[in-house]
């Protein structure tokens, strides 16, 4: 049987733990990391930041959104902008249209303020890729990067991208250079140690301010964490 692209779209949608069940132990956890990342910056401004990760499939773009949404729940103004401008997702993750986005204002075609769309959570607002171009390093290391980021923390507390992995490609290591630090996601029995080294080693070359990793899907079943918590 043909299965349809509106399928096929359903089908790529995710679900946000920290929104459908925030007192979910997993839900928790997101929250460790928000503070986590709060005293890592405890002596420097943190309201902008990157996630980032070795490979593809660890789970970085879904630990970025239920970030944004953990952030927002602390009455944080948040900006959640899609810069993997190969293969984004948050239109998937949010349902969104995908036709304007990042790349239509870094090439002159849109303001922030025509792209940005409120999420159906308070203080959350989104902003998609946009239409794949074919220079995505060169887009995110122009001054009009430099400019849309100026401009967009100057209305957020926080603003978050989601980045490709920096083995793949430059972007994230370009981009990570005018944020304030830059968060590395990690897959548990997947992410080689070797990789794992490669891409802090790459971030270091270009001084990023590296907050820490997240190691993620750990199983939880033997952890006295998850029986303290419940369900």
């Known amino acids: ?4 692209k509106k399928n096929l779209s359903n089908n790529k949608a995710r679900t946000l733990i920290t929104k459908m069940n ?20 405890v002596d420097k401004d943190l309201s902008s930041m990157m996630v980032t990760s ?14 944004a949404v953990t952030f927002a729940q602390q009455e944080k103004k948040v900006l959640l902008i899609d810069a993997d401008l190969r293969k984004p997702t948050l239109h998937y993750t949010f349902r969104l249209d995908n036709s304007l986005g990042l790349s239509s204002v870094l090439i002159g075609d849109q303001s922030i303020e025509q ?28 001054k009009a990067m430099e400019k849309f980021l100026a401009t967009a923390k100057n209305f957020y507390d926080m603003v978050i991208f989601d980045t490709p992995p920096v083995l793949a490609v430059t972007d994230g290591q370009i981009l990570s250079r005018i944020c304030d630090g830059v968060l ?18 790459l971030l270091k070359q270009v001084d990023a301010n590296l907050l820490g990793a997240v190691l993620n899907d750990v199983e939880a079943k033997h952890s006295n964490y998850y029986y303290y918590y419940g369900s």
């Open 54 to 67: 070795a490979g593809p499939s660890e789970g970085k773009s879904l630990t970025t959104a239920n970030l």
């Open 1 to 4: 049987m043909r299965r349809s």
């Open 22 to 41: 925030p007192r979910s132990p997993i839900s928790e956890q997101y929250r460790t990391i928000r503070t986590n990342l709060q005293f890592a910056s």
């Open 115 to 142: 792209v940005v769309r409120k999420s159906d959570l308070d203080n959350l607002h989104l902003i998609p890729s946009g239409p794949i171009p074919p220079n995505p390093s060169e887009l995110l290391g122009s």
């Open 184 to 201: 590395l996601v990690t897959r548990s029995k997947q992410t080689e140690v070797e990789a794992g080294n490669k891409a802090v080693d």
